[in-house]
């Protein structure tokens, strides 16, 4: 506020992770410029149209009357209102008949998600045409970066230290900010892995562990098959899911849980699993129903512990009390991601925790781990590598904002899921990584040590408390070792024993990979020659047990520099 009202600019891109509060920053800059009569007109613009309801009634809690249902063909509203509230899609359509009503009035134009006028060539033209003649811009986001070169209208851009232009904020609000100010809650990434088994469109059967590097193909099949609702790792994860909320409900009584499906038919399926674990059946949330910003209301109000929804609810969407999520959906942008970590995120009070519990696959671990990056804009960036961070994504949103069918993404990979079995992998926090050694069994002691978490801690609080669980369960196994250490120390056979070692290191170094961008092969030989030992394939379970304590020492030593 400070900022804007010092430096009073036309354009102005305020930057802050979700949670943070824009909406409220914005109408009141907004209430300020119309009782100095600046502006006399308000203009909103959302990504979505459940997204112009939750502004038309913030607004009015703010004591500026706005229409949510005004539209370019329209033309005129009651003189009631003092705004109006549009989609980015709908100011597409005609972008003269904004610009007209934007000339007749001295206008203030919110771009809520500005990035999102970046969609396509088309919608950032549209905007800017319709709302060049503006009084004042102010334009919001949480997540500034995008996949592709279009320019975000009414964004400044400047080269980097590379020469490459980066959108340029007016002020920036990052997660680990508002987390130190305890305006966000702290995130913890519960991540499951597991033996899944699908047969491909060939006919031939495959099996893999969730989480091994993979090529991209079997690590999508993999996935689908994971969060396929008739195998058994879905059920186990939400079971687990609904342990957590069960947990922070003693501190926080009215906790609310989301999971994020890919479409309605896993939407559905998820209820029905949700309603044999509760006995309750939960709020199912589907974009294209008419009753979805109802539904999302009453949820809202309510103190249900489940609510389903399909990606369409993973952005804007304002559910204060959702604490523990599953993000069970194929959606693996950063953009995507960021937004639906971002339903979990908001504080209401000191001490609130947030559980998002997730498929453990390199990618999705990736952004986890990278939560208090920040990034920017970038244009001209040659976009040549699938894994990239910014590579395109320009069928998310066509996705999203249709009817989310099933038969769209059946039809990306032929193949049928034949069965899954979860197991908990590690709890990624505050750029660390905890858990237990060797595979834990889902409902075993080693899996409670992190579900039952209290809800109200403060960051520190939950670090110490995961670093102490973990240290105390590694000393009651050295307990139950034998005297000598070339023994076998677990109730597997010796092979058994080196393959979940090694699975924990494949995983460890595919975590490192997205963290760093340093090569598998080169991370493995960097670890043996510290390390010492042969290549891992043929390495004992100490020497593999060796290098997994270096790895998770680099990452605690990379996070604290």
Known sequence: MERYFADNPRDFLAVAT???????????????????????????????????????????????????????????????????????????????????????????????????????????????????????????????????????????????????????????????QALADHVVRPVLFMAYSGQMQWRTRAGDEVAAQLGEPLTKDLTAQALRTALDPSGSWMPSVLAAADKRLTEVRRHVPDAGGLVIASDQDAARAYSGLLKEITGTKPTVVLSDEKTSS?????????????????????????VPRLAVGVYATTAATPLYFAQAIGRFVRARRRGETASVFLPSVPRLLGHASEMEVERDHVLGRKVNDEADIFAAEEDLLAQAQESESASAEEALLPFEALGSQARFDRVLYDGGEFGHAGEVQVGSEEEMDFLGIPGLLEPDQVRNLLQTRQSERAKQQRRSTSSSPEDVTRDVSTHEHLATLRRELNGLVAAWNHRTGQPHGITHAALRKECGGPAAAVATAEQLRTRIDRLRDWAAQRRTS
């Open 18 to 176: 979700p949670g943070a509060g824009k909406t409220t920053f914005a109408l009141t800059v907004a209430a300020e410029l119309l009782a100095r009569r600046v502006v006399d007109r308000v203009t909103v613009v959302a990504p979505t149209e459940h997204l112009k309801t939750q502004w038309a009634d913030a607004a009015e809690r703010a004591g500026i009357p706005i229409d949510p249902t005004y539209s370019g063909r329209k033309g005129r509203t009651s003189k009631d209102y003092v705004g109006v509230a549009v989609t980015y899609a709908g100011v597409a359509t005609n972008p003269l008949a904004h610009r007209i009503r934007t000339e007749r009035f001295k206008t203030l134009v919110i771009l809520d998600e500005v990035h999102h006028a970046g969609d396509a060539l088309s919608w950032g033209e549209a905007v800017r045409e319709a709302f060049e003649p503006a009084r004042r811009r102010l334009a919001l986001t949480g997540t500034p970066f995008r996949s592709d070169i279009n320019p975000i209208p009414f964004v400044s851009y400047a080269p980097g230290d590379d020469g490459v232009p980066r959108s340029v904020a007016d002020y920036t609000y990052g997660y680990a």
């Open 294 to 318: 109802k539904r999302i209301a009453t949820f809202s109000e309510s103190e249900d512990r489940w609510m389903v929804a399909v990606r369409m609810v993973s952005e804007g969407v304002d």
